[in-house]
T-cell receptor, first 116, second 115 residues
């Protein structure tokens, strides 16, 4: 089975400043990695995903993430945040090619708070 | 294209009762997954249905069950409700296929409160 650790439950950042949300995973097999965002009273929306290939993945809304296999990390970054980025962010992992019975395994989430 | 819809959006039930939640996937999507979201446990995978068959299952008791119809709509049932079942239940649909590489599109969820 795999697991995900999001190291920060809450990250306050000033508007237009850069941000990094940290995610580490544990798995004995190859994995797919995802970042989702959840706005209040809404479902989750996919920001980006890593399946294979280039370790730098670009997503929607100016977000990007870098897969680091040796450090088992998949940190999310944005160079300049906006008030509208205030939301809960979830890192998730699934077993890689071949599927897996345990679906997506999510981290506990990081609440990104943008301060004006 | 319409998104994933879940009904009802809010539900209040009493301990011991049973409940059925419904999920309509995006047109053309054959895979429907269910997740439970609580403040304490976070997001946890319940099960996945593909072409009317349960393809994957998480670690939940047998009180949690589901089914999928020929039009890919899915229902989730929880019997003998417990206080701990209070949660946001999220449904996600995808094109399916083997593995989890296909993007999952989430619905807004059903907020279940058990009293």
């Amino acid at each position: 089975a795999q697991s995900v650790t999001q190291l920060d439950s809450q990250v306050p950042v000033f508007e237009e400043a850069p941000v990094e949300l940290r995610c580490n995973y544990s798995s004995s097999v190859s994995v797919y990695l995802f970042w989702y965002v959840q706005y209040p009273n809404q479902g989750l929306q996919l920001l980006l995903k890593y399946l294979s290939g280039s370790t730098l993945v670009k997503g929607i809304n100016g977000f990007e993430a870098e897969f680091n296999k040796s450090q088992t990390s998949f940190h999310l970054r944005k160079p300049s945040v906006h008030i509208s980025d205030t939301a809960e962010y979830f890192c998730a992992v699934s077993r890689g090619s071949g599927g897996g019975a345990d679906g997506l395994t999510f981290g506990k989430g990081t609440h990104l708070i943008i301060q004006p | 294209k319409a998104g994933v819809t879940q009904t009802p959006r809010y539900l209040i039930k009493t301990r011991g009762q049973q409940v059925t939640l419904s999920c309509s996937p995006i047109s053309g999507h054959r895979s429907v997954s269910w997740y439970q979201q609580t403040p304490g446990q976070g997001l946890q995978f319940l099960f996945e249905y593909f072409s009317e068959t349960q393809r994957n299952k998480g670690n939940f008791p047998g009180r949690f069950s589901g089914r999928q119809f020929s039009n890919s709509r899915s229902e989730m049932n929880v019997s003998t409700l417990e206080l701990g079942d209070s949660a946001l239940y999220l449904c996600a649909s995808s094109l399916g296929g083997r593995g989890w590489s296909y993007e999952q599109y989430f619905g807004p969820g059903t907020r279940l409160t058990v009293t």
